[in-house]
């Protein structure tokens, strides 16, 4: 049996949305998110008093996520102060709208059980 391997092309904004989704899958980055969500900047600090995990642990998803670029991060020794990529949070927000309120237009009257 032979198989034919066919290039796919993926838009910006779907590579995007992919990227920033990965990034936001797990549970302790969303809280990350909420945190600096609900207010203008937070240090590393701020957050492992509101998570209660440790320093190294958060700074590994505080990298996720800033290379992911939805945080950016400024080095003010001996700390670094976080906060969300204004730019790319609105992208985010706007990428997941437009794919749930797709799939909420598009979707078939049936669902998928096997009860139909």
């Known amino acids: 049996m032979s198989r034919t391997l066919a290039?796919?092309?993926?838009?910006?904004?779907?590579?995007q949305l992919a990227n920033f989704a990965k990034a936001m899958g797990h549970p302790v980055r969303i809280q990350i998110l909420k945190l600096l969500n609900a207010q203008a900047c937070c240090y590393t600090g701020d957050l492992t008093?509101?998570?209660p995990l440790a320093q190294s642990t958060i700074s590994q998803h505080l990298k996720v996520l800033k290379d992911a670029g939805l945080?950016?991060?400024e080095i003010l020794p001996p700390k670094v102060k976080y906060c969300l990529?204004?730019?790319n949070w609105t992208a985010a927000g706007r990428l997941f709208k437009e794919i749930f309120d797709f799939s909420l237009s598009e979707s078939p009257a049936k669902s998928c059980s096997s009860d139909e």
């Open 7 to 15: 290039n796919v092309a993926y838009s910006t904004d779907e590579k």
């Open 49 to 51: 008093e509101s998570i």
């Open 71 to 73: 945080i950016q991060g």
């Open 85 to 87: 990529n204004q730019d």
